[in-house]
């Protein structure tokens, strides 16, 4: 199975950690948060991975190379310029190949999500993407259908759903985690150049299926700012996650 790790990113609301270190090296409980999402992917059967890196890529690299995992093969990519999370996914797909979906994970993320369990229930569908997603407060929304499909976004601020095609149901409103599988397909005669993945999926949706895979029962934590790492070590010590 194939994966991408997205750790390009500059880290911006971690400073003063991220002024001498990329995002993906950041310690949580003492373990690299590269480290930490590495290992769970490859505990999932994983063997293929891939990384992208930008800000302080030689650090990425260099942390990669003194820490290789058995029977997984790993791939970085470092850009020259940001691509963002769409160009990121495209480039690492000719690391890759287009022949199986990807699992891709943002860096800054801690989740107890089921990887291989997510990556199957994608691969037994239909769907273009499937993206882990979770009732909770977050400023921009993603809009499913009651069939699960992707369907739009809204704003916090208005609440008005932005809708990209006519919905079966009621509406869920719920925020994506940063965990995704995609079909690399979605990405052909995409320019390698920096644009959101978000926006893409969403201009698929128009007329293929995106899944919203409600991750409500799992664990999940976002990992973007020093007190969010302290929580975050606070829930190891208490048992709710384990790393």
């Not at 790993?74 to 850009?79: G, T, V, Y």
């Not at 995409?190 to 949706?205: G, M, P, R, T, W």
């Amino acid at each position: 199975m194939k994966a991408m790790i997205l750790a390009a990113g500059y880290g911006t609301r971690l400073h003063p950690l991220t002024l001498t270190l990329p995002k993906a090296l950041v310690p949580l409980a003492g373990k690299p948060l590269l480290g930490i999402i590495l290992e769970r992917l490859a505990a999932a059967g994983f063997d293929q991975i891939a990384v992208n890196a930008h800000h302080f890529s030689i650090q990425i690299r260099a942390w990669l190379e003194l820490h290789p995992l058995p029977g997984v093969q790993i791939h970085l990519s470092e850009e020259e310029e940001i691509l963002g999370t769409g160009g990121g996914i495209k480039r690492m797909i000719s690391l890759l190949g287009d022949d199986k979906p990807i699992l891709v994970h943002n860096v800054d993320v801690l989740s107890a999500l089921p990887l291989r369990s997510f990556y199957l229930s994608h691969a037994r569908g239909r769907a273009v993407a499937t993206l882990a997603v979770q009732a909770r407060s977050t400023k921009r929304y993603l809009v499913f259908d009651s069939r699960g499909d992707l369907c739009g976004r809204a704003g916090v601020e208005d609440g008005e759903a932005e809708l990209v095609r006519a919905p079966q149901g009621r509406l869920r409103y719920l925020a994506f985690n940063g965990i995704q599988v995609i079909e690399p397909a979605l990405f052909v005669g995409q320019a390698e150049k920096e644009f959101s993945s978000v926006d893409l999926y969403l201009e698929a949706a128009r007329e293929q299926s995106v899944r919203g895979w409600r991750m409500d029962a799992w664990y999940w934590r976002d990992l973007g700012k020093p007190a969010d790492l302290e929580a975050a070590e606070r829930d190891i010590a208490a048992g709710l996650i384990r790393i």
